[in-house]
């Protein structure tokens, strides 16, 4: 079963968006596009706005993805956990839509008996070890975010080196919102590896708005760039399909 690229959105925040377009409204069209979006909230000082919270959920679920509040210290288990549930969310979706064409429309994994759906969710792990993997990760650097981003920048190594034991092919982003000049700012091109983050973070200035709608849309774009670039320079003019 051949899937493409799996496409995902780590969003990284700590409240609630205070500027530019509604980002569930962008994180629907995402999951239109094959991208799924995925929010962690980070909590300081045992709580969360409870707008901040609702806005996460609604961001998730929108997006096709998987949504998790945590405090800072427990981040760097949080991000490899949501990044590889919403892999597997994705893949069960690819798996009961094949099953759907096989069985007949009321088919899904959940509905085939114990045995067998114990084989496919063999399938569903060994085709996430073996997928390739992109993720953009988009980085709230408002005021409230100054003391996280340390544990920002740990959580994003330790994904890198989880996510480099698979299989597949991984590439990796990075924008910061609301950047020096501009709402969003790219802080890392795609990349198989992390660690030169290390560098870079130290150097971020944190503090303004939480311009997520329009953070979410510059990480569209961004994908969309990619895809164009990669068309432009293979020799049969095709590219992989996302999922």
């Known amino acids: 079963m051949r899937t493409g690229t799996l496409k995902q959105i780590l969003l990284i925040t700590d409240g609630c968006s205070n500027q530019g377009e509604d980002p569930i409204a962008v994180a629907a069209l995402a999951k239109e596009q094959g991208i799924t979006v995925n929010v962690i909230g980070v909590m300081e000082n045992d709580v969360i706005d409870q707008n901040g919270m609702q806005e ?59 045995e067998k759906r114990g084989e496919v969710m063999e399938v569903v792990d060994e085709l996430g070890e073996k997928a390739d993997l992109e993720v953009l990760i988009l980085v709230d650097t408002s005021a409230s975010m100054k003391n996280k981003l340390p544990t920002v920048k740990e959580a994003l190594l330790d994904l890198s080196l989880s996510m480099n034991a698979r299989m597949g092919d991984n590439k990796f982003s990075v924008f910061v919102f609301p950047g020096k000049k501009n709402d969003v700012e790219k802080l890392l091109d795609w990349t198989p590896r992390l660690e030169s983050l290390t560098s870079i973070f130290s150097k971020l200035s944190s503090g303004g708005i939480t311009p997520t709608g329009p953070a979410l849309r510059e990480a569209l774009g961004h994908f969309k760039k990619k895809r164009s670039l990669r068309s432009l320079i293979s020799r049969d003019g095709q590219f992989e399909e996302s999922v």
């Open 56 to 114: 996460i959920e609604d961001i998730s679920m929108s997006g096709g993805g998987v949504s998790q509040v945590v405090y800072a210290q427990a981040l760097s288990q949080t991000v490899q956990m949501v990044t590889r549930k919403a892999m597997t969310q994705t893949l069960q979706g690819v798996v009961n839509k094949e099953l759907k064409q096989i069985l007949g429309q009321s088919a899904s994994i959940e509905e085939l008996p114990p």
